[in-house]
T-cell receptor, first 113, second 112 residues
Framework: SQQGEEDPQALSIQEGENATMNCSYK?????LQWYRQNSGRGLVHLIL?????REKHSGRLRVTLDTSKKSSSLLITASRAADTASYFC?????????????FGKGTLLTVNP | DSGVTQTPKHLITATGQRVTLRCSPRSGDLSVYWYQQSLDQGLQFLIQYYNGEERAKGNILERFSAQQFPDLHSELNLSSLELGDSALYFCASSNTVTNGYTFGSGTRLTVV
């Protein structure tokens, strides 16, 4: 079953613009993570935000988390053609060695040069 | 190279057959996870192993089984294959929550 649901399913923007993707989830979490997947390749971990954090930055990435609304957003600033990929949110509701991520269905981001 | 190695990269087999997918985790990672990715179901968690022991089970069919060996590599066995088993199968490893998962490049299974 899917825990996270990304919105929108697809997003097309021009190079240099900002891209915002949203994720909603259903149960309490320990942390929420965002991953990127280039077509047919493995997923790459981008950023992790813990349940007691509200905002986190990493380079051109900004992630927010609102646990009261059970939602998160990923902002990519000054997008580049190389940012074209699918982006997934994943939630961790377990703990310790039983750490297990549940992934959403992803947002397909296309950045046009 | 992520450090997680999956073999083979591609596999084409007939219905009813049995295949084994192999995963070597990143050095130092004790946990191995298997996921199935298909267009209609997205990324589905199958099973997790931690230091040789099964820790969590997801939507894994009875026809599928896995194990993690003492050297920490893992194998996913898929038997009595059906057309609907065609998918990308990913292995991921982790050592702590903080670092997230490290994914392999996947095995693309096609059942004909």
């Amino acid at each position: 079953s899917q825990q996270g649901e990304e919105d929108p399913q697809a997003l097309s923007i021009q190079e240099g613009e900002n891209a915002t993707m949203n994720c909603s989830y259903k149960t309490s979490i320990n942390n929420l993570q965002w991953y990127r997947q280039n077509s047919g390749r493995g997923l790459v971990h981008l950023i992790l935000i813990r349940s007691n954090e509200r905002e986190k930055h990493s380079g051109r990435l900004r992630v927010t988390l609102d646990t009261s609304k059970k939602s998160s957003s990923l902002l990519i600033t000054a997008s580049r053609a190389a940012d074209t990929a699918s982006y997934f949110c994943a939630t961790d509701a377990g703990g310790g060695s039983n750490y297990k991520l549940t992934f959403g269905k992803g947002t397909l981001l296309t950045v046009n040069p | 190279d992520s450090g997680v190695t999956q073999t083979p990269k591609h596999l084409i087999t007939a219905t009813g057959q049995r295949v084994t997918l192999r995963c070597s985790p990143r050095s130092g990672d004790l946990s191995v996870y298997w996921y199935q990715q298909s267009l209609d179901q997205g990324l589905q968690f199958l099973i997790q192993y931690y230091n040789g022991e099964e820790r969590a089970k997801g939507n894994i069919l009875e026809r599928f089984s896995a194990q993690q060996f003492p050297d920490l590599h893992s194998e996913l066995n898929l038997s009595s294959l059906e057309l609907g088993d065609s998918a990308l199968y990913f292995c991921a490893s982790s050592n702590t929550v903080t670092n997230g998962y490290t994914f392999g490049s996947g095995t693309r299974l096609t059942v004909v």
